[in-house]
Structures are given as C-alpha cells and as structure tokens.
C-alpha cells in the first residue's frame, strides 16, 4: 500500500481502530489475496471470526478490498486500486488460482470487452485463469 492505514481508512470514511489497522497490515505483508480462515491464523486470536467478518465485509462495501472466490469455494479478499470507491468497485483483472499453492493472485492485464445480450448491465466482471504461480512452476 502506497497510503498509510490512517489515511486508507479516512479516505473511506472508517473509523481507525487496532482491528483495522491489524487487518490492513497483514494484506500490505501479502503479494497475494487472502481467505478470512488464513487472516484468522495470521492475526493469531487478535480478534474474534465475527470481528473479522464485519471487518472484511466493511473494507468490501467501501472499495478497500475486493473478493473473489477460489477454487474451493472461498472468498478470498485483495487491496482494490485506487479508483474503487462504495459500491464501485474498477477491480477488472485477471484472478490467477494456483493448483499447488492454492494461493490466489491478481494479475494486471487487459480484459477483453465483454458484449452481453440486451438489457443486461455488467456490474463487475472476474476472469479466473488457473494453473501454476511463478513460484511453484519454477519449482
């Protein structure tokens, strides 16, 4: 993150609390999305699962965070880009799952326009690729 937790949290109106900061620190720590089952193990009993949620959820709802599901069906969460704001998230990437590792990664690249029948409205858009991270292809 280019920003202080401070300033993050005021851009999008959150209250600064340990919580949060404890939160936003362990996403600056990753280069890849993170489950809230993995946040749990990270943070160590910091906060309870509850707290946790409400945390993810909020950073969700106010464009800090964005998710996207893996392969096993877990919501996983990443820092969203500048631009993301409530209820606008501009988080069109490429979601990569890695077989191996299972960690997900989100990978700057264009997405081709997606043309849709009319009447329908994209809201967001996800493209998953799945194989082997860098990492475990050079493995």
Do not use: W
């Not at 280069?31 to 707290?51: F, H, I, W, Y």
């Not at 299972?102 to 994209?122: A, D, H, R, W, Y």
């Amino acid at each position: 993150m280019n920003v202080t937790a401070d300033e993050l949290l005021k851009k999008h109106g959150l209250k600064n609390t340990r919580q949060r900061q404890a939160v936003l620190e362990e996403f600056s720590k990753s280069d890849s999305a993170l489950s809230q089952p993995e946040l749990e193990k990270r943070l160590k009993g910091e906060m309870d699962r509850v707290t946790l949620y409400r945390i993810l959820s909020s950073f969700e709802d106010s464009g800090i965070l964005h998710s996207v599901i893996d392969r096993q069906g877990t919501a996983n969460y990443a820092t969203c880009g500048s631009n993301c704001t409530s209820g606008h998230h501009h988080d069109q990437h490429l979601h990569f799952n890695c077989t191996k590792c299972k960690k997900v990664f989100c990978l700057e690249t264009s997405i081709p326009k997606v043309k849709v029948s009319p009447g329908f409205k994209v809201e967001r858009l996800s493209l998953i690729a799945v194989g082997l991270c860098d990492r475990c292809s050079a493995a």
